[in-house]
């Protein structure tokens, strides 16, 4: 079934230290879908923030209302695929859409993945850096070598058939992401690469939609030495097992 207007789209947000972040991403959001009038809801998993982010989560559900904001926290950092999970539980949509809460995704990209997954009956939309007038904003030259190089060597062990595989920007069918959730077992930088990789295996189809990344405004990248390894450890997993 392709999107159409009885469809309704969960965003899913897993958030640590986003207090600065979290209030305009959510206006935005709520912004795009009232002006391309799609159904949707935003799942907020705060991931017990010591800067007050659960705070002002709440305000936010109090602002836009419960059926809208939906605070789904749990007590500490536990990793993006279980993030997922959590939010999933309580997601009402038929479809999931995942993007980062540091305002490095807009908004405003989501009614063309819509569309795009339309016009293709697609299982999945994923969000790319690398394709079309798609780009990244705001990188030092050692960020860009490591995700162009991540994205190389990933394009090269597994040819998974899509142009951006560390990206956390897309669209899924609720049940189709439940699928590949079951099946993925990565953690961390690379959870998401692996979630396309087992998409193309399980024969699931996907569409692409150029976006433009914007490094975050406010707090730190989460991206450091330790994410690097893992990231290599696990695509020499992904490759023996694939």
């Known amino acids: 079934m392709a999107a159409g207007s009885a469809d309704k789209f969960s965003v899913l947000l897993p958030t640590y230290n986003e207090r600065e972040n979290l209030p305009l991403v959510v206006w935005l959001l709520a912004r795009t879908f009232q002006e391309s009038g799609n159904n949707y809801e935003i799942i907020i998993i705060d991931d017990g923030s010591p800067d007050g982010t659960q705070e002002i ?33 309580h997601a009402t949509g038929n479809f999931i859409v995942i993007m980062d809460a540091d305002l490095s995704h807009h908004p405003k990209f989501i009614p063309e993945f819509i569309r795009k997954q339309k016009e293709g009956n697609f299982d999945i939309v994923s969000g790319t850096r690398y394709k079309g007038n798609g780009g990244v904003y705001g990188w030092d030259l050692k960020r860009k070598l490591i995700s162009r190089g991540a994205n ?53 189809t ?5 976006i433009s990344f914007v490094d975050r405004v406010y707090g730190e990248s989460k991206l ?6 893992s990231f290599l450890k696990g695509l020499l997993t992904l490759f023996a097992t694939t």
């Not at 836009?64 to 993006?80: N, V």
């Not at 597994?158 to 899924?172: K, V």
């Open 57 to 89: 989560a709440e305000q936010l559900e109090k602002i836009y209302g419960s059926d809208k904001i939906l605070l789904r926290p749990r007590a500490r950092k536990l990793g993006l695929g279980t993030a997922y999970i959590h939010g999933m539980k």
């Open 152 to 204: 190389f060597l990933t394009q090269v062990l597994l040819r998974p058939g899509a142009s951006d595989l560390t990206g956390s920007f897309r669209l899924y069918r609720k049940e189709v992401l439940q699928k590949l959730m079951d099946k993925c077992v990565s953690k961390g930088y690379v959870f998401q690469m692996e979630m396309i990789v087992r998409a193309r295996q399980l024969g699931f």
């Open 206 to 210: 996907i569409g692409e939609v150029p």
């Open 224 to 229: 450091g030495g330790n994410e690097i390894v």
